[in-house]
């Protein structure tokens, strides 16, 4: 079964950090570019940051830049997603999807992990 599983979600006060795991199953992640998106309650799905599948282009979201860091490990067939100095606007569901490209079509997504930054 193919199949990508985020894990690390969770509950965290503001300023606080987290580091997001997507693991694939099934399928070679090298294959592809790995995004991480989020959802919040009410609001559509947004792009957070985006992975080459070498490693070497990263991006981000303007309001994630300097607080996220997203990485991979292709020998663990894993993407991580490191997010500091959270904020009580980054609650939300976080998805990972492998895409042919950043920015290109969807062809696996994740179950999701929440997220939720609170005092």
């Known amino acids: 079964q193919l199949q990508l599983v985020e894990s690390g979600g969770g509950l965290v006060q503001p300023g606080g950090s987290l580091k997001l795991s997507c693991a694939a199953s099934?399928?070679?992640?090298?294959?592809?570019?790995i995004g991480w998106f989020r959802q919040a309650p009410g609001k559509e799905r947004e792009g957070v940051s985006c992975?080459?599948?070498?490693?070497?282009?990263?991006n981000y979201a303007d309001s994630m830049k300097g607080r996220f860091t997203i990485s991979r490990d292709n020998a663990k067939n894993t993407v991580y997603l490191q997010m500091n100095s959270l904020k009580h606007e980054d609650t939300a569901v976080y998805y990972c999807?492998?895409?042919?490209?950043?920015?290109?079509?969807?062809?696996?997504w994740g179950q999701g992990t929440q997220v939720t930054v609170s005092s």
């Open positions: 999807a492998a895409q042919a490209y950043c920015s290109g079509p969807v062809r696996y």
């Open positions: 099934g399928f070679t992640l090298d294959y592809y570019a």
């Open positions: 992975i080459t599948r070498s490693g070497g282009v990263t």
